[in-house]
């Protein structure tokens, strides 16, 4: 059995506000994929883009494996994303939209094994958003605090 992998993006919750979601599998080579199941992986700083009607994922790090020889991936390079034609088309006409972007928000590895990624149509929030999510967050952790206390 394998451990289940799961690698967040957190920034992007408080970066971006999240218009739709989608789930996309990677083309990945056998070295890549047994880095990502080592858990050797980020999605921080990436982003996806559209190149001939076809989505890749840009910035995304996957480290080198361990135990590969020179067949071994590059760290850092496109990877192009699997979605369905009418998904495609669809993020591909809101994408298109001034302020909004696709950000990838958690790498995983499903039942079989295979590598997915949750990816979302996002539009960037602006200062006072944020200090109104960590002002929310604040106040969420005090309530829990007190009741806490008193359960």
Do not use: W
Not at 36 to 45: D, H, M, Y
């Amino acid at each position: 059995m394998q451990k289940e992998i799961n690698i967040l993006n957190k920034r992007a919750k408080f970066d971006y506000e999240i218009i739709d979601r989608y789930s996309a599998g990677i083309v990945l080579t056998g070295t890549e994929i047994k880095s990502i199941r080592l858990g050797k992986a980020s999605i921080a700083e990436s982003f996806c883009e559209f190149n001939n009607g076809e989505l890749f994922i840009i910035n995304s790090t996957i480290e080198e494996y361990l135990y590969g020889n020179h067949y071994n991936h590059r760290a850092k390079s496109e990877r192009k994303l699997l979605l369905n034609k009418k998904e495609l088309r669809k993020l591909e006409k809101d994408s298109q939209n001034k302020g909004l972007t696709i950000i990838p928000l958690r790498l995983f590895t499903n039942e079989k094994g295979l590598a997915k990624l949750d990816i979302a149509l996002c539009r960037g929030k602006k200062n006072y958003d944020k200090r109104e999510t960590m002002k929310d967050r604040d106040n969420k952790r005090d309530l829990d605090r007190i009741k806490k206390i008193y359960n």
